[in-house]
C-alpha cells in the first residue's frame, strides 16, 4: 500500500474552510501574543505568576534614586574585575593534593585538550600559600596584603563560566550573555535604582591604566537599555575629555550661558509636554555640565592626606602599581560621593597576552610577578580604606575574573590553559558573611565539585542584596522579558550574612 504524499494535516489545508479556520487560529495567537508582550505579561507567564517590576523613571530626571523591590542590605557595589582569568591556584584556592602529585599525569586527563592545546602533567602552586588571619585561610605569597583581610572575605570557591574564551567569558560576567549586545550589571543596577550622586554618573568603569579589558566597552554597556544607564568610563590617567571651559569664557560669562540655556530648554519642554526623549536628552546634557565640576573635583587628590597617598602606594617607584593605586583611590572617591555602581579593572589587551593581564600561558610565574603587586596593595589599601571609613557596611564589594586556569601546565609551556569548570570569586561587605568559605573544587582545582555556582546565581546574589528580585527586574525588549540573568540563577543564600 502506497503512503499518501500528504499528511492528514496537510490534506485538510487543502479544504478552504480548513485552511481558514487554521489560519485564523494561528493570527489569534500571533495577536495574543503580541498582546502579552506589549502588556509585560508574556514573561511573566513563564515566571509562575511573578510579573515583572519595572522601575518608575522619570523622564526629565532618568538617574534620580529609585526605591528597590525590598529592603536592601547594600546601596552600592564596586567590582574588581581582573582581567585574563586570574589562576585561582596561584591566589585563592590552596590544594595540598596538586602539590603531593606534581609532575604526575593528571589521573582521567591524559587526553584532555583544552583552549590551546594538549596539556602536561600535574603543576603545583607557582607561590608558596601561608594561613592568614584568625580563620587561618590558606592563601599566596603572590597576593600577601589582601591574603591579611582574608576575615573580611566570603569565598566562592565553587564558581564555573559557560566560555573558556576570554571575550565571551568577559561578556557572561558583566552582561550575564556570553554574546554582545546585551546591558553590563552596571547598567541593570543604574535602571532599577538609579543613583545618590546629583553630580556624577550612576555607573562608572575605571580601565586599568594599561588599557581596556578584551571585549572592551561590552562590560559597561547598556545594549538595549536606555544609553543613559551605560557606564561612564574614566580613569585616573585620564579623567573625562573636556570638562574644562575654554580660557576666553569666564567663569561669570559660562554661568550666565547656563542659566540661559536652561530658560530656553524649560520654554521648550512646556512646548513638548510628554515628550520623554527630548526631556531625557536635557537630562543628559544637565548631567554633563554638573560634571564639568564634580568629576574634577573627585580626580583631584590633592586634598588626600600624605598617609593615604602612601597607603594607595600613588608615589610607589613601580609607575604601573602607583597608577592603577589612583585608580583605587578614585573608586573609594566615587563612591563616598554616592555613585551606584563602579567597576574597576585591573589587566588589559593591548600589550598582548599574558602582558599586561593576567593571560598566563607560556610564562606564568614571570608574568605574574609583574601583576601581583600592582593588584595586590593598591588593592588592599582600598578595602581597609572603605572598612575603616565604615562604608563596607553598605557597599558590596566583589572581586571576579572571568574564568580559572588548569591545575596542569599546557606540554611544552610554563603556564597554565584556560578553565571554566572551577575558579573563585570572592565578596565582602554589606550582606555577606566574612569570613566565610561556599563551595569547593576537586583535589586538584580543576572542576567545581561542592555546591557548583553559576555566574548567574552570583548576578541573582548581587541584584538581592542591592534588594532586587532578579527575577522580576526585566525590560521588554523585542517582544521578550530580559532580565540579567537570563531564565537561570538562584540566590546563594548560604553567604548571606
Request: aromatic share 8%; with cysteine.
Amino acid at each position: 500500500m502506497r503512503e499518501p504524499l500528504l499528511s492528514e494535516v496537510g490534506g485538510r489545508l487543502l479544504d478552504r474552510r480548513d485552511f481558514l479556520r487554521w489560519a485564523g487560529n494561528g493570527l489569534q495567537g500571533v495577536a495574543l501574543a503580541s498582546l502579552l508582550a506589549r502588556e509585560g505579561l508574556l514573561g511573566a507567564a513563564a515566571q509562575a505568576g511573578k510579573p515583572p517590576i519595572r522601575p518608575e523613571i522619570a523622564p526629565e530626571s532618568p538617574l534620580s534614586a529609585r526605591p528597590p523591590h525590598f529592603p536592601a542590605r547594600a546601596k552600592q557595589v564596586l567590582v574588581i574585575f581582573c582581567s585574563g582569568a586570574c589562576s585561582q591556584l596561584e591566589t585563592w584556592d590552596y590544594k595540598p593534593e596538586l602539590i603531593r602529585h606534581h609532575g604526575r599525569p593528571m589521573p582521567g586527563g591524559e587526553d584532555l585538550v583544552t583552549f590551546q592545546g594538549k596539556q602536561g602533567n600535574l603543576t603545583q602552586h607557582v607561590y608558596e600559600f601561608k594561613p592568614r588571619g584568625e580563620i587561618g585561610k590558606h592563601t599566596s605569597e603572590l597576593v600577601p596584603r589582601l591574603g591579611e583581610l582574608v576575615d573580611d572575605m566570603c569565598f566562592i570557591h565553587s564558581m564555573t563560566a559557560k566560555s573558556n574564551t576570554h571575550g565571551p567569558a568577559e561578556n557572561q560576567m558583566s552582561t550575564g550573555f556570553i554574546l554582545d549586545g546585551f546591558p553590563s550589571m552596571g547598567a541593570w543596577v543604574s535602571y532599577a535604582l538609579g543613583t545618590e550622586s546629583e553630580n556624577l554618573p550612576a555607573f562608572v568603569a575605571i580601565p586599568d591604566p594599561r588599557g581596556v579589558p578584551q571585549s572592551g566597552p561590552n562590560n559597561w554597556s547598556a545594549g538595549f537599555l536606555p544609553a543613559v544607564f551605560q557606564g561612564t568610563p574614566f580613569n585616573a590617567d585620564k579623567p573625562i575629555a573636556n570638562l574644562a571651559p575654554p580660557s576666553t569664557i569666564s567663569p561669570a560669562a559660562d554661568r550666565a550661558t547656563r542659566d540661559f540655556l536652561k530658560l530656553l530648554n524649560d520654554r521648550h519642554l512646556e512646548k513638548f509636554p510628554g515628550d520623554t526623549d527630548l526631556a531625557a536628552r536635557i537630562a543628559s546634557y544637565e548631567l554633563a555640565a554638573k560634571m564639568q565640576i564634580s568629576a574634577s573635583e573627585v580626580s583631584d587628590f590633592s586634598n588626600e592626606s600624605q598617609s593615604t597617598r602612601t597607603m594607595y602606594c600613588l608615589e610607589d617607584s613601580n609607575d604601573l602599581k602607583a597608577r592603577f593605586g589612583k585608580n583605587c583611590l578614585l573608586a573609594r572617591r566615587l563612591l563616598e560621593r554616592g555613585v551606584r555602581f563602579v567597576q574597576l579593572f585591573n589587566g588589559a589587551y593591548a600589550m598582548g597576552e599574558g602582558v599586561g593581564n593576567w593571560d598566563g600561558h607560556k610564562t606564568l610565574k614571570e608574568q605574574y610577578d609583574v601583576h601581583g603587586p600592582i593588584l595586590d596593595e593598591p588593592c588592599a589599601a582600598l578595602l581597609k580604606d572603605l572598612k575603616q571609613r565604615g562604608m563596607l557596611e553598605d557597599t558590596l564589594v566583589v572581586w571576579t575574573t572571568e574564568f580559572g586556569r588548569m591545575p596542569t601546565f599546557q606540554a611544552g609551556a610554563q603556564g597554565r590553559d584556560h578553565n571554566p569548570k572551577g575558579f573563585t570569586v570572592w565578596l565582602a561587605g554589606a550582606g555577606v558573611k566574612a569570613p566565610f568559605t561556599y563551595g569547593a573544587t576537586d583535589e586538584f582545582g580543576y572542576r567545581a565539585v561542592e555546591n557548583p555556582t553559576t555566574i548567574y546565581d552570583l548576578h541573582a546574589t548581587l541584584l538581592h542584596l542591592l534588594g532586587l528580585d532578579h527575577e522580576r527586574l526585566t525590560y521588554n525588549h523585542n517582544g521578550v522579558e530580559r532580565r540579567l540573568t537570563d531564565v537561570h540563577g538562584q540566590v546563594i543564600r548560604e553567604i548571606l550574612a
